[in-house]
């Protein structure tokens, strides 16, 4: 399988590491408008075709998929270019700006007959999947409650400076992630309440967030999201989970730690490998990329839709915006309004 990769800055270095290791792909063109980023990635990752525009990268063709690495703004025009050239697509998170251009990306794909997957690989985090299969194997029984909480210090924004220029933060580009993996675990939602705060006075957008969800099978989750929590350990980039079910609780607490109560306790460590490519702390996010990236070829091969394809991230985007329309109004959102 050949692909190519438009974006080539920070967080696309992970990509390309894990494309290298997984077999039966080759990366054979690169994108960026930053001629310099281009050229370093290419050099880096011995990819010779390299583009400073899509268009042309398109035009020339020769590869079965594309990997959108770029910030969101360029998401749908980057996504309806690669559907018209007939290419399969990984497009990162966020989707898109608004609903409407992420429901124009998943019909430019649907309409071509081609993938569309979300690079939203918080779920595919190594202890998020040993959690998950906890609960799915009926272990705690039916869960009701849920706290996914993701709360640092770490300093993001040197490593992605747009992050502190944005008038939406927190829930667009961390809380994404950590309402997808409330979905992961206790199904679609219904409505959502939420309250935002700016601490940090260095940035434009909210960097607390805390959000309640009614699931449609009855369960209720908290998502607590925070870059203003200065403690010790410092956890990030680790989501914590609390999950009480009927037959018992589970929780994800620091240090990867995983402990299960039902009648007896049981406690595990599910701390990520670290790839010999990967730094700490970022390991358990550069793992998850690995795997995600994986997960993609293998639907491709065998014909399946990805667990988190366009349609399927429909949802948890409009969680997002369901989320800002709360905090902003002061009252509870239905989902079906968004
Ligand atoms: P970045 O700004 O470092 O890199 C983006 C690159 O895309 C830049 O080099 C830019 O020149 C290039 N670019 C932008 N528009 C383009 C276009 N139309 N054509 C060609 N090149 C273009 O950003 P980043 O920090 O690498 O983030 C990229 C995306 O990855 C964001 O959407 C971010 O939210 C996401 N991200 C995801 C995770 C995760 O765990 N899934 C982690 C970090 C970042
Ligand atoms: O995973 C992400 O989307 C990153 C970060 C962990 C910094 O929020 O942007």
Same mark, same amino acid.
């Given at each position: 399988?050949?692909?190519?990769?438009?974006?080539?800055?920070?967080?696309?270095?992970?990509?390309?590491?894990?494309?290298?290791?997984?077999?039966?792909?080759?990366?054979?063109?690169?994108?960026?408008?930053?001629?310099?980023?281009?050229?370093?990635?290419?050099?880096?990752?011995?990819?010779?075709?390299?583009?400073?525009?899509?268009?042309?990268?398109?035009?020339?063709?020769?590869?079965?998929?594309?990997?959108?690495?770029?910030?969101?703004?360029?998401?749908?025009?980057?996504?309806?270019?690669?559907?018209?050239?007939?290419?399969?697509?990984?497009?990162?998170?966020?989707?898109?700006?608004?609903?409407?251009?992420? !429901?124009?990306?998943? /019909?430019?794909?649907?309409?071509?007959?081609? &993938?569309? @997957? $979300?690079?939203?690989?918080?779920?595919?985090? *190594?202890?998020?999947?040993?959690?998950?299969?906890?609960?799915?194997?009926?272990?705690?029984?039916?869960?009701?409650?849920?706290?996914?909480?993701?709360?640092?210090?770490?300093?993001?924004?040197?490593?992605?400076?747009?992050?502190?220029?944005?008038?939406?933060?927190?829930?667009?580009?961390?809380?994404?992630?950590?309402?997808?993996?409330?979905?992961?675990?206790?199904?679609?939602?219904?409505?959502?309440?939420?309250?935002?705060? !700016?601490?940090?006075? /260095?940035?434009?957008?909210?960097?607390?967030? &805390?959000? @309640? $969800?009614?699931?449609?099978?009855?369960?209720? *989750?908290?998502?607590?999201?925070?870059?203003?929590?200065?403690?010790?350990?410092?956890?990030?980039?680790?989501?914590?989970?609390?999950?009480?079910?009927?037959?018992?609780?589970?929780?994800?607490?620091?240090?990867?730690?995983?402990?299960?109560?039902?009648?007896?306790?049981?406690?595990?460590?599910?701390?990520?490998?670290?790839?010999?490519?990967?730094?700490?702390?970022?390991?358990?996010?550069?793992?998850?990329?690995?795997?995600?990236?994986?997960?993609?070829?293998?639907?491709?091969?065998?014909?399946?839709?990805?667990?988190?394809?366009?349609?399927?991230?429909?949802?948890?985007?409009?969680?997002?915006?369901?989320?800002?329309?709360?905090?902003?109004?002061?009252?509870?959102?239905?989902?079906?309004?968004?």
């Amino acid at each position: 399988m050949k692909g190519a990769v438009i974006g080539c800055g920070f967080f696309a270095q992970n990509q390309l590491e894990a494309w290298r290791d997984i077999d039966g792909v080759e990366i054979v063109a690169l994108c960026d408008q930053d001629a310099e980023r281009l050229n370093a990635s290419g050099s880096a990752f011995g990819v010779e075709r390299r583009y400073t525009d899509a268009a042309k990268m398109f035009d020339e063709g020769g590869f079965d998929f594309v990997d959108i690495a770029t910030t969101v703004g360029s998401h749908r025009a980057l996504v309806e270019i690669a559907a018209k050239a007939g290419v399969h697509i990984i497009c990162q998170k966020p989707f898109a700006e608004n609903m409407a251009d992420a !429901r124009a990306m998943v /019909n430019a794909a649907q309409t071509v007959g081609k &993938t569309l @997957m $979300l690079h939203e690989n918080f779920r595919w985090q *190594s202890p998020i999947q040993a959690a998950l299969n906890i609960v799915k194997s009926g272990t705690i029984g039916e869960p009701f409650f849920g706290r996914v909480s993701f709360r640092s210090g770490y300093d993001v924004f040197s490593g992605q400076p747009y992050l502190a220029e944005g008038k939406r933060f927190i829930i667009e580009d961390l809380g994404i992630h950590i309402l997808d993996i409330s979905r992961a675990f206790f199904g679609d939602a219904t409505q959502i309440a939420a309250t935002t705060r !700016r601490i940090n006075p /260095n940035i434009n957008g909210e960097d607390v967030a &805390t959000m @309640m $969800l009614t699931h449609e099978n009855g369960a209720t *989750s908290v998502v607590d999201c925070s870059y203003a929590t200065q403690r010790t350990p410092e956890t990030f980039p680790q989501s914590l989970l609390e999950i009480d079910g009927t037959l018992g609780t589970l929780r994800l607490d620091a240090g990867y730690q995983l402990t299960v109560q039902t009648e007896g306790e049981t406690q595990t460590d599910v701390s990520p490998p670290l790839l010999p490519w990967a730094q700490k702390p970022w390991h358990n996010i550069q793992e998850s990329v690995l795997t995600i990236q994986q997960h993609f070829v293998d639907c491709i091969n065998s014909g399946r839709q990805p667990e988190t394809s366009g349609a399927d991230n429909l949802k948890t985007l409009a969680l997002v915006e369901a989320a800002y329309m709360a905090a902003e109004q002061g009252c509870t959102v239905s989902l079906a309004d968004v």
